[in-house]
Structures are given as C-alpha cells and as structure tokens.
C-alpha cells in the first residue's frame, strides 16, 4: 500500500532551515540551442516534498528546465544533482523521475488499468504486484468505476486523472507536471487544483510544475520561481510573490496591479516619498527590495483591492489622495473593478467587494472619486 505521510506541509519550510540540503539543485545551469540561450546560468534549489512552480510567459526557458531534469535535454553548462546524485550520462528512462504532458499521452486502444499499468509491464513486475498498484492508483484517483473504460470515453477531467495515476504507478521521486490542466476548463481546473494539492500531500512527493498560469502556481505550489529569458526573476512563496514582488517585472506578471512612475524625493526610516508628476501626487510608500535613494527614478506598485475608492473627500491631511472620474466598471460576480481616468489621463484601478447584491450602484460611471491606501499597502520598486 501506498504510505500516506498526512497533511504536515502546512508548517512546510525547508528552504528556511539552513541545515537541510535541497533534493533536487540546478547548478550553474545554462542551455542553448545555437545561438539563442534558453536557460541562462541558472542556480535552483528544490526541497524534498516541495509542490514547486515554474511560473513564465512562453520560451521563458522553464519547460527547458523541467526537460533537463526530465533527461530529454541536456545542459550546456552546469549540473543537474537528484537526492546529491549527479545526473549527467544517466538517460531518462533510469532516472527517477516521471513527468506528466498537457497532452496526458493515452494509449487510445487500452482501458485505464491497461494506461495505469503500462510503465509497470515495461518494467518486468509481477503481474499480482502490478494488479496491486493499479487498484491502488485507481483509488487514490477515485476511478475503479471507470477501470475498465477507454480514454474516449472519458471526460477531460478523467483522462487527466488517468494520465496522473500513471505517472504516479512507478512511484518516482520527482513528479513534473508539464502545464496539466491546460485542457481543461476553468471551473474544473481550479477543482483538480485542490486534488493535485491533496494527492501531493497524501503521498509526500516532490512535484515540479510547469505553467504560465499564475492563479495555478499560487494555488498549489509552496514556492514559485518566475521565469523572464532564461533566468529567475524572483522566487518565495505565493503571498511574497503578490504582496512583496521584488521588481516590475514580477509586480507586472503576477496579479493585477497598478505601476505608477515617479522620483524619490525623501527617504526616512524604510519610508519612500516619491513624487510622481504624471498623476500629480506625492505618494509615501514602504520602500521595497533594493537601495532606494534620493533623486533615483522609480515605480510605485499597488494591488487594486489596496485602493479604497470613494465620493467623498478624504479629511485634510491624508496620505496617499488620488482625485478622478470613473471612466470603466466591470462587475465580475464577487467583485467590481472600478477604472478611474485621472486628470493628466492615466488610469488608475481599485476593486470592491460585493458583499451585498447590487441593486443600485453606489458609484457609477462619470462620478468623481477619490481613491486612498495606507503607506504600508504598496511597494516602491526600482526601474
């Protein structure tokens, strides 16, 4: 039977623990094909039963990563290490990992114990030992009913879970997810979301995802990498991510988010004042990631859900005032998303919860607002 390690990961952070060695390191890692370099110099630690994203815009070198783990590719430069083994030579089918396509890869003429039990029959297992772990891939998946059925006679979100149970069946030490819920649509993603999480933590395995989806790589995973050309912008947990993005790039990928140049003109006590001339403010921020100096240009990075939105002044005297006319509205069901067009033309957003059902809005196109934050609800970021 499959051991069941239980949710611990709730209190799961190695990578905080100076005395654990990671499970799986990329070294110095570099990759080209020809003149155009994939992976640039790349350094990354994973731990054992870490849930890691990869998280990019296309041909921002992270499916190469997950390939050279894989052993489809190999490095230019640099080491890929396994549990401290070095897994240069050593060719795919020996190394062990296993990896899981977007495509899912069904063999169409086999029912789903034939797929589930494919790699174990290429292996040389017994087939009583292979019946074994088959009935217990089917039920960690909850598909004994659909044993005996082929993948067209499946659902999306079925097949998934077969191709998942498959990859599961020879128990490797790394599971790579290559962009697995791309097929499948938004409300059952975001269901099998929690059942990879779930499956993950029940077997204490290492996965490694691959998306370009950030809502994916913030849901299920403990850590994120954002990707940019070949190298990692950033990487931390999903609220460090969103709350503390460590540069525009990353600010600008992950989430929706407001960016508002300017110039710092005081610096005191971790607090940044910056003067911002296209909107025609002073804004005083938490000064953010980087040395932040007098005279440096920078940006200023708010979540819409941090700015209040009002008709009424705020009293004299309040940090952070920004005065305009609601040009946009989009009502998305939970929330409204207000688009107010400041003076000088730029754009500035700032969403509501709807906590009440919306008979009449309170504020509606072509009201003058003000929109407000507090100092520590956004981060002044260096260009």
Not at 222 to 239: C, E, F, K, L, P
Not at 283 to 308: C, D, H, M, S
Request: hydrophobic share 45%; proline share 5%.
């Amino acid at each position: 039977m499959i051991e069941a390690v239980g949710p611990i990961k709730r209190k799961f952070a190695p990578w905080d623990d100076p005395t654990l060695k990671p499970f799986i390191r990329f070294e110095n890692v570099t990759k080209r094909f020809g003149d155009f370099t994939a992976v640039d110099n790349l350094t990354l630690d994973i731990y054992e039963r870490e849930f890691f994203a990869l998280l990019g815009p296309s041909g921002c070198g992270k499916t190469t990563l997950m390939r050279m783990l894989a052993g489809f590719e190999q490095p230019t430069e640099g080491r890929i290490l396994l549990d401290g083994k070095d897994l240069s030579g050593i060719p795919p089918y020996k190394r062990p990992v296993n990896m899981m396509f977007q495509s899912y890869a069904l063999f169409p003429h086999m029912t789903v114990e034939g797929n589930i039990a494919f790699g174990l029959k290429q292996e040389g297992m017994d087939t009583s030992n292979i019946n074994t772990r088959v009935a217990e891939m089917l039920e960690l998946v909850k598909l004994e009913k659909f044993a005996k059925r082929k993948p067209h006679q499946l659902s999306g979100g079925q097949r998934q879970r077969v191709a998942l149970a498959r990859s599961l069946a020879k128990r490797p030490k790394v599971l790579l997810l290559d962009e697995p819920l791309g097929a499948l649509d938004k409300k059952l993603r975001e269901e099998t979301q929690f059942e990879l999480m779930d499956i993950q933590m029940e077997l204490g395995m290492t996965f490694l995802i691959v998306t370009h989806d950030q809502e994916e790589a913030m849901t299920v995973s403990d850590r994120i990498a954002v990707m940019n050309h070949g190298v990692i912008a950033q990487i931390g947990t999903a609220s460090q991510i969103y709350e503390q993005p460590a540069s525009r790039y990353v600010a600008d990928f992950v989430g929706d988010i407001n960016l508002i140049d300017g110039t710092v003109s005081a610096v005191e006590g971790g607090v940044a004042t910056l003067h911002c001339a296209g909107v025609d403010a002073t804004i005083v921020a938490e000064a953010g990631p980087g040395e932040v100096a007098v005279g440096a240009e920078a940006g200023f990075a708010i979540r819409p859900e941090k700015v209040q939105i009002s008709l009424e002044a705020p009293p004299a005297g309040t940090p952070n005032v920004l005065s305009g006319e609601v040009w946009d509205i989009g009502y998305l069901g939970d929330i409204s998303v207000y688009r107010v067009r400041l003076a000088g033309g730029s754009i500035v957003k700032a969403t509501v919860a709807n906590l009440t059902r919306i008979v009449e809005r309170p504020i509606t196109w072509e009201d003058k607002v003000y929109l407000t934050w507090p100092a520590d609800a956004g981060v002044i970021l260096l260009k």
